[in-house]
């Protein structure tokens, strides 16, 4: 039968982990949409079978030589695109 | 406002909405992280981000916008199990190898998540008792200092504060501690 309670020191584990996102992540987050810009140019990359073949080999690459900035969210933003 | 209608606002470019949905899910996302598979600072942060960026390109074809937590939820456990296999931590939590046993940090989380909820039920005072010390981390004599008490006070009041919250989350959870069930 299932334990009908949680002990205290289970209550206390349980604010440790749930403790807040650091307010420095939150904000970094919010900020995505303007890092990754206009969407419209990932999707422009993404139809591209060439960008897939390079971005598969090498995504720095890739995007540089798209004569984009490899910053990590547009990386991200990428492989989600490509592989999601 | 519920997710789905948050996400709509979000497709129309609505900054306002992407901010308040990544607020609403953020707790959700560093406990999965932090807590739930223990990652470094350092790739904690990467895969939060990872996930929220994930979100952002995702928006427009989300159809269930309602359904947003859950799949929050296992992509943030997915970039996390990732994380650990690029770092080359040990992943295997059992044998035979079984996926579903690498859900058993979101159901951790999952749980943690309904005392957080309970605790927003407690007064004020009880709130910021344990959330400095259980969450922050803060010494009894931070504590006092920042909320004028005793440091020799501290002690008891973090337990009754605990014992609230108990009451509180077994109310919400339906369900009942034995004494008390039998005294009602």
Known sequence: ?84 | MEDAELIARCRAGDQTAWEALVRRHSGLVAAIVRGGFRLSATDAEDVFQEVFTRLYVRLGSIREGDAVRGWIAQVARNAALDQIRRSGREVVTGEPRDESAFDEPLRGVEEALSVRAALARLPAHQQEILDRFFAKDESYDTIGAELGIPPGTIASRISRALAALRVAWEAAEGRSHPAEASTK
């Not at chain 1, 990754?36 to 073949?53: K, M, N, P, T, Y």
């Open chain 1, 1 to 84: 039968m299932d334990d009908p309670v949680l002990p205290e020191a289970a209550l206390a584990d349980a604010l440790k982990l749930t403790a807040n996102a650091p307010a420095a992540w939150i904000e970094a987050a919010v900020l995505i949409p303007s890092m990754l810009g206009d969407l419209s140019a990932i999707e422009r990359l993404a139809s591209d079978a060439q960008f897939r073949a390079r971005f598969h080999e090498d995504p720095n690459d890739a995007v540089a030589a798209a004569g984009l900035i490899p910053s990590a969210p547009l990386l991200v933003a990428l492989r989600e695109r490509l592989d999601g």
